[in-house]
């Protein structure tokens, strides 16, 4: 396969400099996002003696293989996927990979960050290059060693033999290959001859995480290290006035207390900070300690003052303001097809409504933690971040120092969802480091990260449809969030395309509650929104309410329209495939079914929920899912990650909840916020539609269809519709709980 274009041609130049640089054998690749797993080796791999080309791979003398991992893993599984893409190619035993988490290196990985499902996607075609590209220099170094032509040769499981039956291992020509030119033709391998990806394989740091070794930011301890804890306003719109450190300076651990928010004021005036920072103008507090029970403990010792410094904002007044951003003028056209007003003044019916979604904590396990420690001569930074370039760069930018001084080392992470994309707690860690002149690390509490944001934005939708003789004909969608609209690909997913007359307008409040990117931002309720909405227009119709969507994906099939970012013809595959497996329509008595789907992230998924009542209360037995991912590289991973998404997309849907009263949290913990229970976890069923088409995301695509496909039951059992999330907010008022 030859370079197409001139990054692959800088790519293959690079590779060629590197190898001959280092004097080992370099198999190296610009990722994209790139990883290679950590699999249990038949030996001691720290006695194996390597031949270390550069940061991507080095292989042994006894042919093992071991992988640095630029990216984040965040539980998204690319730790295990994205090795196996190498090894696919490569042709290495799988049983000797090993991985090794990667550190920060602009120079040498691209889009090194873990965000919007896009890491296999993005890393596919550059990863199985980058296999093949190593095989083949293996191949034609042995092909030297026995004087015959490298066509003649071939290699697998980490062997290579030619026509006469020779065989060398890779180990065994490594060093040799190095001195090789770097081939310009490299032949994939088709498909259906893929002997690693597709097959079932084990998180390669499944080990780890269950025996307790370390591994996650809260983890990472350096000789010297002290802990601090950080208290922050109380309420959103509040500044620190004064405050009183002497009885948390009694407490046994406490070194110091100081106060930090000086940097972070000179970040934000200088117009610099990208969209990571996240940090208030307020001073904070900061108590230095010898361990984290000490931090925690002196923390709640502190007597401080808090003053007003912006509008102390309730959950009662954002409704009011959202609505009023609904029915104002002020909307920013998003997509328009066709004439809307026209369709609406010809209607035989129009419908119209509302949805409400309130603000979300992200909720990670792991609480935000990290570890800095700021000398003259550099900044080191280690713990768990999704953005660890974009990071690196404020901090540096922040304590005024060049980049190529700060060093940052990824751990890996006990959720992310979004939340980890911000950068404010490396930030703080940095400043504290900075003020105190040692190693520090910084460890929030379950309260700190629940009541101090980032939150996933308040939203309401208005959604109105026309229906002219039997047809939809025009649909309007209206958008009103606080602090964040929908970013630009989503008014070009369904129904786009599928209405004539079709326009997406948004509008946005600007609060001082902190939001940021939520598990699928915006999709987890929009599909929700949308999905409810057209099984209630369905029933308008009087029509199969999964008959609708496949009529109307029949207007976008074979469509030109450029901006339409969905595929018709592979969500209409997805949708009949779940409607198959789960015997749409014909099930038990008792058994009550609710249809949703969503294309999100490059990927087409269609759920089915179903409920039985029990005390007049719907309970969710088991949801049904269909997924085209395209190439589906770990099966295991995949189940995993949508199973995940759906029990998360039901959860939240009906049970999470977080309201303001006075700029303060309603929640500070899981006594009192609500998530779902693990004996109210159904059965998730997965079905991945087979083709050949590149992989795409699976990280959030089954989130946002599993709210829609639980309303939509629920309605089919009690015929009664959902509006809003929490759904248990109004099945309550229903009085179903008996």
């Not at 696919?88 to 960050?113: P, Y």
């Not at 991912?629 to 009906?654: F, K, L, Y």
């Amino acid at each position: 396969m030859k370079p197409q274009n001139k990054n692959n041609l800088s790519r293959r130049n690079f590779l060629k400099t590197s190898i001959l640089a280092s004097g080992g054998m370099l198999i190296g690749f610009n990722l994209i996002t790139a990883c290679k797993p950590e699999a249990v080796m038949p030996v001691d791999i720290k006695k194996l003696n390597f031949n270390d080309f550069n940061a991507f791979i080095k292989i042994s003398d006894e042919g093992y293989v071991t992988i640095f991992s630029p990216n984040p893993e965040i539980g998204q599984g690319i730790k295990t996927s994205m090795p196996m893409i190498i090894a696919e190619e490569l042709d290495v035993d799988w049983n000797k990979v090993n991985v090794v988490q990667g550190a920060l290196d602009s120079n040498n990985f691209k889009r090194q960050m873990a965000g919007g499902s896009q890491s296999i996607r993005f890393g596919w075609n550059a990863l199985r290059e980058t296999g093949a590209t190593a095989k083949q220099m293996l191949i034609n170094a042995a092909a030297v060693k026995w004087n015959v032509a490298a066509s003649t040769c071939k290699a697998s499981k980490g062997i290579i033999i030619n026509k006469n039956g020779d065989k060398l291992s890779y180990g065994e020509v490594a060093k040799d290959a190095a001195l090789l030119e770097v081939p310009e033709d490299v032949h994939l391998k088709k498909i259906k001859d893929f002997t690693i990806i597709g097959q079932e394989i084990v998180n390669v740091d499944i080990d780890k995480i269950i025996t307790g070794e370390p591994l996650f930011g809260l983890d990472y301890k350096s000789e010297g290290m002290l802990y601090a804890s950080v208290l922050r306003p109380p309420s959103f719109g509040q500044k620190l006035e004064s405050f009183d450190a002497t009885e948390a300076k009694k407490v046994t651990g406490v070194i110091d207390v100081i106060t930090i928010g000086e940097k972070a004021r000179n970040q934000i005036r200088s117009g610099k900070s990208n969209w990571t920072f996240k940090l208030s103008n307020t001073d904070k507090i900061v108590v230095i300690a010898t361990n984290t029970w000490a931090a925690f403990k002196g923390k709640k010792a502190l007597s401080a003052i808090w003053v007003t410094d912006t509008k102390l904002e309730s959950t009662e007044d954002h409704d009011k303001i959202l609505t009023k951003v609904l029915d104002g003028e002020k909307q920013k056209v998003r997509r328009e097809d066709g004439d809307i007003q026209k369709a609406f003044l010809k209607a035989d019916r129009i419908i119209e409504k509302t949805y409400n979604s309130p603000f979300l904590p992200h909720n990670c396990m792991e609480p935000m933690n990290f570890y800095a420690n700021v000398t003259p001569e550099k900044v080191h930074l280690v713990g768990p971040i999704q953005t660890p370039k974009l990071t690196a760069s404020i901090v540096a930018d922040m304590l005024g120092y060049d980049v190529d001084k700060v060093t940052l080392e990824m751990t890996r992470m006990g959720g992310g969802f979004g939340r980890r994309l911000y950068g404010d707690f490396v930030y703080e860690a940095a400043e504290i480091s900075n003020a105190i002149k040692k190693p520090v690390k910084l460890i929030s509490s379950r309260e700190d990260d629940m009541t101090t944001g980032i939150y996933r934005p308040a939203i309401k939708y208005r959604i109105k449809a026309s229906i002219k003789d039997g047809k939809v004909t025009g649909y309007h969608l209206k958008e009103a969030a606080i602090n964040g609209n929908m970013y630009g690909l989503l008014p070009n997913f369904f129904p786009a395309g599928c209405i004539p007359n079709y326009k997406v307008e948004s509008a946005n409040y600007r609060g001082n509650i902190t939001t940021g990117a939520w598990r699928a931002p915006y999709t987890n309720f929009l599909a929700f929104a949308e999905q409810s909405f057209f099984d209630e227009l369905a029933s308008e119709l009087n029509i199969d309410t999964i008959q609708l969507r496949l009529d109307l994906l029949q207007n976008v099939k074979g469509s030109t329209d450029k901006r339409i970012q969905y595929s018709g013809q592979r969500m209409e595959d997805t949708i009949k495939l779940v409607r198959e497996k789960a015997n749409w329509g014909k099930t038990e008595p008792g058994v009550y079914q609710g249809f949703s789907a969503y294309y999100s992230h490059n990927t087409h998924v269609a759920e089915i929920a179903e409920i039985e009542l029990k005390d007049g209360f719907p309970v969710i037995k088991k949801v049904i899912v269909a997924v085209d991912c395209g190439v589906v590289v770990n099966p295991t991973g995949a189940r995993n990650q949508v199973e995940g998404g759906v029990i998360d997309g039901i959860g939240h849907a009906m049970y999470a909840d977080l309201s303001f009263k006075d700029g303060k949290p309603s929640h500070k913990n899981f006594n009192t916020y609500r998530l779902i229970r693990m004996q109210e976890t159904p059965k998730v069923e997965v079905h991945f539609v087979e083709n050949e088409l590149s992989p795409t995301g699976l990280g959030e695509p089954g989130l946002p269809p599993a709210g829609g496909a639980v309303a939509n039951a629920i309605n089919a059992a009690l015929g009664k519709r959902m509006y809003s999330q929490p759904f248990i907010k109004e099945l309550k008022k229903s009085r179903v709980l008996g």
